[in-house]
């Protein structure tokens, strides 16, 4: 038997404590309604992870959700997903036809269902008429009036991007958005009514997250979805034709994971005017974040520093140059603005001795991925357990790899980032390093060996808890098709499984209240 770790008081942990976590994104919850949510399913998995002895739960971005289904496409980078509306809170018991796949998430048949449902909530006016939805309209206007109108006339144009509206819409004339307004009223209404249900919903879990003694890490993509909310109403602060098409976008150069680099399609900031305003915007963004989560990662954090910027039209990323950053300047402001922002640098990719001086200068951890540790990277020794730093946040997957068993089982070749001698000669490396003989639950040694790291935070994706295969991988990136819809089954997340990963955590001292020498167990 293995007793219970000694109590503590109940309260999220900072990123200078020695913590561990979970990786999983509301999405892939289980759940009655075709993908996960911040219902029933998002409490019953921060339950979980108290009895897993996890400290921390990182999501992925939460905004409403755009090309390819990505999160890192949203439709605005301050509004919530209202896929994420949790049902059941809503005093809906129906659940779709069999039709509607529980193992992963279709995204075309969950969000029609889901529209539908929230569309009946909506008509009974659930809560509209409360002061605090009033209050709640007021507090966010400077950005919930142009989302709501933004994704009111994106639906009313069949989808389309608002490149493609009516000049008028497009380049946002005040007689025609005032007629709009008028003319969508209900749709304008319903728009902000499903955001206040979100914020709503988000912050019932968090409190129950932080009464459990759980914080959430949450994730803010440097760029934001040329189709969005943020563009449409603010097309000065980025590279843009008069039309309002990217003259410029972002990506990075060929990396691990593509080798003629990454096309992201983002537009790009102009920084000068960004600062001209004191980085308004920004500080915003910041502000709703802080508001949100107990610490934020700056994903792409390399983008601050120097961006790659791709000519628009080309077919790659290859033809790019760097173009400079805002640097120390817009973490001074914010600071000055907001304080101090527990956040995390993911410093993953071409780092520069300027990355890391700026890192440094704000006192960030950096990241570190095991899965890099063992190729021929000049920066795979940075990767490898015993070289962790304590300020760092360890993993040994993100969301852009394979999961670790479909990553030590790929057997390499043409159509992925690895030759097959290759990956040989990186899994011998991992065995030895690991002190495998074989494969035999690969996971459980790479999980081990994060955890046992100084490193002050380890997070472990869930599919890599699982033991799961490629079959369970979030993201490949470049592609299109079959991302994003992984979903864990309610089954899988057992006593059993939570009391083996609270051991481990407590042995290498990670869980609340927990010594850093291991467990005492009955018999030995």
Avoid at 423 to 433: C, F, G, H, I, S
Wanted: hydrophobic share 40%.
């Amino acid at each position: 038997m293995i007793p219970p770790p000694r109590k503590a008081s109940p309260r999220p942990p900072t990123l200078g404590e020695r913590a561990s976590g979970i990786l999983l994104h509301p999405t892939s919850l289980p759940g009655p309604h075709g993908c996960g949510d911040l219902g029933q399913g998002g409490h019953r998995f921060a339950e979980w992870l108290a009895e897993a002895g996890q400290r921390w739960w990182q999501v992925l971005p939460l905004g409403p959700l755009g090309y390819g289904n990505s999160p890192y496409s949203a439709l605005s980078a301050f509004a919530g997903n209202p896929l994420l509306i949790g049902l059941d809170e809503l005093g809906i018991d129906e659940v779709p036809s069999p039709s509607l796949p529980s193992g992963r998430v279709d995204y075309g048949l969950a969000s029609a269902w889901r529209r539908r449902k929230l569309g009946d909530a909506f008509a009974a006016r659930k809560g509209s008429d409360a002061p605090s939805f009033r209050l709640f309209c007021e507090a966010e206007r400077p950005w919930l009036e142009d989302f709501a109108l933004y994704s009111a006339l994106k639906d009313a144009h069949g989808g389309r991007s608002w490149v493609e509206w009516s000049p008028r819409l497009r380049d946002r004339d005040p007689p025609a958005l005032e007629d709009a307004r008028r003319e969508l009223a209900e749709e304008l209404e319903r728009r902000r009514w499903e955001q206040w249900i979100f914020e709503q919903q988000w912050h019932q879990l968090r409190e129950h997250c932080a009464a459990l003694g759980i914080g959430l890490i949450g994730d803010l993509p440097i760029f934001v979805s040329h189709d969005s909310a943020d563009v449409w109403a603010h097309r000065e602060l980025f590279f843009l034709d008069e039309r309002g098409m990217p003259t410029v976008v972002a990506g990075v150069p060929p990396d691990y994971f593509s080798r003629t680099g990454q096309l992201w399609g983002n537009p790009l900031y102009r920084w000068d005017r960004l600062r001209d305003t004191g980085y308004a915007w920004w500080i915003d963004r910041l502000r709703q974040m802080q508001r949100r989560f107990d610490a934020i990662r700056l994903d792409h954090f390399i983008g601050f520093v120097r961006a790659w910027e791709i000519p628009a039209g080309d077919p790659t990323a290859e033809n790019g140059r760097w173009r400079e950053g805002p640097g120390i300047g817009l973490f001074r402001t914010a600071r000055e603005a907001l304080g101090e922002l527990p956040m995390i640098a993911e410093d993953l990719g071409a780092v520069t001795p300027a990355v890391k001086a700026l890192r440094d200068e704000l006192g960030l951890p950096g990241i570190r991925l095991l899965q890099f540790a063992f190729g021929t990277d000049p920066q795979a020794p940075d990767f490898l357990p015993h070289a962790y730093p304590r300020n760092a946040v360890v993993y040994t997957g993100t969301h852009d790899n394979d999961t670790t068993v479909g990553w030590f089982e790929d057997p390499g070749g043409p159509h992925g980032t690895r030759t097959p001698d290759e990956v040989a000669r990186e899994r011998a490396r991992a065995l030895d390093y690991l002190g495998l003989e074989g494969a035999g639950e690969v996971h459980w040694a790479m999980i081990r060996a994060v955890l046992a790291s100084v490193a002050n935070v380890a997070i472990v994706p869930l599919q890599d808890v699982l033991g799961l295969g490629s079959e369970a991988r979030m993201n490949r990136p470049g592609t299109l098709d079959g991302n994003w819809e992984w979903r864990v089954r309610e089954a899988d997340l057992d006593t059993a499984l939570a009391y083996r990963l609270h051991r481990l955590v407590h042995t290498y001292g990670r869980d609340a209240g927990a010594p850093a020498a291991g467990i005492p167990v009955e018999g030995r």
